[in-house]
């Protein structure tokens, strides 16, 4: 999975949202390490609903859809998180990450 598919499916985690709010959640949370443009947004959530990771829930017409995770795409998230939280025990390990 793609940090930026991982973090779009974390900034869904809580709640709906459209994807604009996606954009600044993931800016925020991420310190602007991930900026997420909107082309890149609207392609990797086309991505997701057809995974069916994600539902488009709302519709203020064409220009503000709001998503929201689905049951899959909440268990994808928690294998992913899973996943990176084995390799940060395996730097802390190899005392490649300090506490």
Aim: net charge positive; charged share 25%.
């Amino acid at each position: 999975m793609s940090r930026q598919t991982f973090q779009i499916l974390l900034a869904l985690a809580d709640g709906p949202m459209h994807g604009y709010a996606i954009i600044q959640d993931v800016t925020k949370r991420t310190d602007g390490e991930i900026q997420l443009t909107p082309s890149t947004l609207y392609d990797a959530l086309a991505r997701l609903v057809d995974q069916q990771w994600i539902k488009e829930t709302a519709s203020d017409g064409p220009r503000r859809r709001t998503y929201a995770l689905t049951s899959r795409g909440r268990e994808a998230t928690t294998r992913e998180a899973r996943r990176l939280s084995r390799l940060i025990a395996a730097a802390r390990a190899k005392n490649v990450l300090v506490r």
